[in-house]
């Protein structure tokens, strides 16, 4: 390796500082593509898609709150409607209910009504029925006692048999 | 002025120590930065992520400025690496000057005509091969040479070199000029001691502070020229 240190520029063209920039220039620019450009450009890159993203999806759940706020007034514009028919039914029933339980009373009074009739009416036939018993038999019984003093015997004795016989017939049935 | 150079050949190559040494600093400067600057990236930015990705969108804003639309987003790399580095080499001489033997070994990277025209010559190799790679080697001579008028092909051909000079020229002028003004304000300093030294002071201040903006606007001007050519070539016109 020959060493020639030559001061001046009149030592010509020192074109290996050509090769020694060319060089110097691609080395520095690989090296910042690996250590500085590529990360930072690609972090460009991330964030711009990543905003581009976000604009989206916010521009998205907007229109999506929008639809949901339509649905909510929808439903409650219904609810309205729907709790006022809700009222008028209520009161419908109520009052078919009363209806039928007014009714359903009357009908029952009557019922009673009707049965505590028979019953008495009952009762006043069988207590008529005992009191027409009570009095054949005292009068009977009272007829016997006139009649026996001049009742003879023989000659009243069929009568008194199909009297008695009456009676006994009565007594039966009673 | 220290115009010298420590030349030294490997393998028969000359190769500029002097030229080499801050280019290669530069380029130190501009990967530890970027490095420091993409640690702890996350999904919602903070602190010098912010300002990392400030300078993505400034050098993607000057490609999409040129090249709307999905082609222009592959450059974004080149642009990227190209301004940060024409950037902090056109800041480093501004600040640091080391001189060695009346040989700079820091100073900034692009004062050096050499350094502009390698980086102007890899943006117009890249511009011819990604034109020569779209539209074919015939579509891609029609579009560069007989675009407008056939009979103006001596003068596109010659175009051709003139962007690739002026690309380089110009930055390399702006900060060389940059460079010899602020040597030449130092020297007047310690010219006469102490008579000349305090007026010297405010100033290189302003000397330094117009460096930077010059600086800041050379960078954004090779990447936008860039684009330019890139675009030339790849869109038809």
């Known amino acids: ?174 | 002025m220290n115009e010298g150079a420590s030349v030294q050949e490997f393998f028969g190559i000359p190769f500029n120590i002097s030229n080499d040494l801050p280019g290669l600093l530069a380029a130190i400067i501009v990967f530890f930065t970027m490095l420091w600057l993409s640690r702890r990236i996350q999904l919602k930015p903070s602190g010098k992520q912010n300002f990392i990705e400030w300078i993505i969108d400034f050098t993607n804003g000057i490609i999409k400025s040129t090249m709307p639309g999905k082609e222009g987003s592959k450059f974004g790399l080149l642009i990227f690496t190209l301004f940060s580095f024409i950037f902090v080499s056109n800041q480093l001489g501004m600040m640091l000057q080391v001189s060695v033997n009346n040989v700079s070994y820091i100073k900034s990277p692009t004062a050096n005509v050499m350094t502009t025209m390698t980086l102007a010559f890899i943006v117009l190799l890249t511009a011819h091969f990604l034109g020569v790679k779209k539209f074919g080697f015939k579509g891609y001579f029609k579009n560069t040479y007989l675009s407008p008028l056939p009979f103006l092909l001596p003068l596109s051909v010659l175009e051709e070199f003139t962007n690739f000079l002026t690309l380089a020229l110009r930055l390399y002028g702006n900060i060389y000029s940059g460079e010899v003004l602020l040597k030449l304000i130092y020297e007047f300093g310690k010219s006469f001691g102490i008579a000349s030294f305090i007026p010297a002071i405010p100033l290189e201040i302003i000397w330094q502070g117009f460096s930077v903006f010059i600086g800041s606007i050379q960078a954004y001007v090779f990447v936008t020229l860039t684009m330019v050519y890139i675009s030339q070539k790849v869109e038809k016109e």
Do not use: C
């Open chain 1, 1 to 174: 390796m020959g060493l020639t240190f030559v001061l001046g520029a009149a030592s010509g063209v020192q074109w290996g500082d050509m090769i020694f920039y060319a060089v110097l220039f691609i080395v520095l620019m690989a090296l910042i593509k690996h250590f500085a450009w590529g990360p930072v450009t690609e972090m460009m890159d991330k964030r711009a898609t990543k905003i581009a993203n976000d604009i989206d999806s916010a521009e998205e759940s907007r229109k999506k709150a929008e639809e949901v706020e339509q649905q909510r007034l929808a439903a409650l514009k219904d609810s309205h409607a729907e709790a006022s028919q809700i009222v008028e039914r209520a009161r419908k029933n109520g009052e078919q209910q009363k209806n039928t339980i007014v009714t359903g009373a009357h009908s029952e009074a009557q019922a009673l009504k009707e049965t505590a009739k028979q019953d008495i009416e009952r009762e006043r036939q069988d207590a008529l029925e005992g009191v027409k018993n009570d009095v054949a038999e005292l009068s009977l019984e009272i007829a016997s006692k006139v009649i026996s003093k001049n009742l003879q015997m023989n000659d009243q004795k069929a009568l008194i048999d199909s009297y008695i016989e009456g009676l006994g017939k009565q007594n039966e049935v009673k």
